[in-house]
C-alpha cells in the first residue's frame, strides 16, 4: 500500500498495534493471576491504551501540521518574491511526493521567467540598437529635408513634396523614440523618480504643449481642476502619457471640436479625466485601443501608429494607476486616469 510508504504512518500504525498487543497480553496475564478482579483490570488497561493511542496519534498529527506549515512558509516567501523558496521533500510518502510536484512547479515557473527576462532583455537590446542606428540617418534626412524646404519655396509642388516628407519623418522619428520607451519599460529598466507634483501645473504645461496645435486646427482646449491637488509621479513620464492620450483626441476631432482635462482628488484617489467631442471609438474596438500597432477598421485616421495609448497604459499601470475609457461613435471619448493615494496605517 502507498500510504504505509511514509515512514510516519508506518511508525503511527506500529505504535498503535504494539499498545493493542501490549493491552491483550497484560488483559491475559491479569485474567490468569487474578481472576476475581478481571473486569476492573482490563477496563484500566484499555483505559490506558487509549491514552497512549491518543498520544501517539497527537504527536503524529503535530509533527505533520508543523511539516504543512513550513511549506505553507516557503510557498507564501516563493509567491513573495524568494524564487529559491522549496520544500524538504528527502523522505518517502504521498506528501512528500506532492511537495517534490510542487518544488518542481517552482523550479519551471523560475527558469520561464528568467527565459522570460532574457528574452525581454534581447528584445530591448535589439529595438535599442535599431532604434539608435536609425537616429543617425534620421537626422541627416532631417537636415536634408529642410534644406529642400529653403530651396523649394518657388516650386508649389516640391514644396508640397518636402513638406510631406518632413511628416513622414516626424512619425519615424516619433515611432523610434515609442519603440524605446515601451522595450523600456517591457524589460523592467525603468527607474521613476517620483516626486509630490503639483497636478495643476503638469496639465498647464500639457496644454502650452498643444495650444500651437489647437489654434491651428480650429479646436479648443480647456483645462479645469484645483490648484492643491497634488501626486506622487515621475513628473516626465506622467506627462508622457497624458500628452499621448490628448494627441489621441486631437488625432480623432475636427476643427470646431473640443478637448478637455479635468483632474480631482477625493479621499482616496487622484483622478485625471481627458474628455474630447470627437468622432468617439466604435464598440468593437474599445477592448483593443490599448493593444500595440492596433488599427480599427472603422477609423479614418491614417496618420496614428498604434504605440501612444498602449505606452500611456502602461506608464500609469507603472505608477499603481488605471486607465478607463468610455466612448460612444459620433459622440466623443473619456479617458479616465485614476491613483490611489497611499494611505499610512
Not at 503639483?198 to 502650452?208: K, S
Request: glycine fraction near 6%; hydrophobic fraction near 40%; proline fraction near 2%.
Amino acid at each position: 500500500m502507498k500510504i504505509l510508504s511514509d515512514g510516519r504512518i508506518k511508525g503511527l500504525f506500529g505504535k498503535i498495534l504494539i499498545s493493542m498487543f501490549v493491552f491483550a497480553a497484560v488483559s491475559v496475564l491479569f485474567i490468569i493471576l487474578a481472576p476475581e478482579n478481571e473486569s476492573v483490570y482490563i477496563l484500566l488497561c484499555a483505559f490506558f491504551m487509549g491514552i497512549s493511542i491518543l498520544a501517539f496519534c497527537w504527536s503524529y498529527f503535530k509533527g505533520q501540521n508543523e511539516i504543512m506549515e513550513h511549506a505553507v512558509k516557503q510557498i507564501t516567501d516563493y509567491i513573495s518574491g524568494n524564487e529559491d523558496a522549496r520544500i524538504p521533500c528527502d523522505e518517502e510518502g504521498e506528501m512528500y511526493r506532492l511537495f517534490h510536484e510542487v518544488n518542481s512547479l517552482g523550479a519551471i515557473l523560475k527558469a520561464n521567467a528568467e527565459n522570460e527576462r532574457r528574452s525581454k532583455q534581447a528584445l530591448k537590446n535589439a529595438v535599442s540598437d535599431i532604434s539608435h542606428q536609425l537616429k543617425t540617418p534620421l537626422a541627416a534626412l532631417n537636415i536634408y529635408n529642410g534644406l529642400l524646404l529653403g530651396e523649394t519655396k518657388d516650386l508649389p509642388q516640391l514644396n508640397e513634396f518636402a513638406a510631406l516628407s518632413e511628416k513622414e519623418l516626424e512619425r519615424i522619428e516619433t515611432l523610434v523614440q515609442n519603440l524605446l520607451k515601451l522595450t523600456k519599460l517591457d524589460a523592467g529598466t525603468v527607474v521613476f523618480e517620483k516626486s509630490r507634483e503639483n497636478v495643476a501645473e503638469l496639465m498647464e504645461e500639457t496644454e502650452l504643449h498643444f495650444s500651437y496645435r489647437a489654434k491651428q486646427e480650429g479646436k479648443e482646449l480647456t483645462l479645469e481642476g484645483g490648484e492643491d491637488v497634488f501626486l506622487f509621479c515621475d513628473r516626465n513620464w506622467l506627462l508622457e502619457a497624458v500628452e499621448n492620450i490628448v494627441k489621441n483626441a486631437f488625432d480623432h476631432t475636427k476643427e470646431g471640436d473640443s478637448v478637455k482635462i479635468q483632474w480631482k482628488q477625493s479621499a482616496s484617489m487622484v483622478q485625471i479625466t481627458i474628455r474630447d467631442t470627437g468622432s468617439g471609438i466604435h464598440p468593437e474596438d474599445l477592448h483593443h485601443i490599448f493593444k500595440r500597432f492596433y488599427r480599427s477598421r472603422f477609423s479614418k485616421d491614417q496618420q496614428g501608429i498604434g504605440l501612444g495609448l498602449p505606452l500611456a497604459k502602461m506608464i500609469v499601470e507603472a505608477h499603481g494607476g488605471a486607465i478607463e475609457v468610455d466612448s460612444r461613435p459620433g459622440e466623443g471619448t473619456v479617458f479616465l486616469l485614476n491613483f490611489l493615494i497611499p494611505t499610512k496605517l
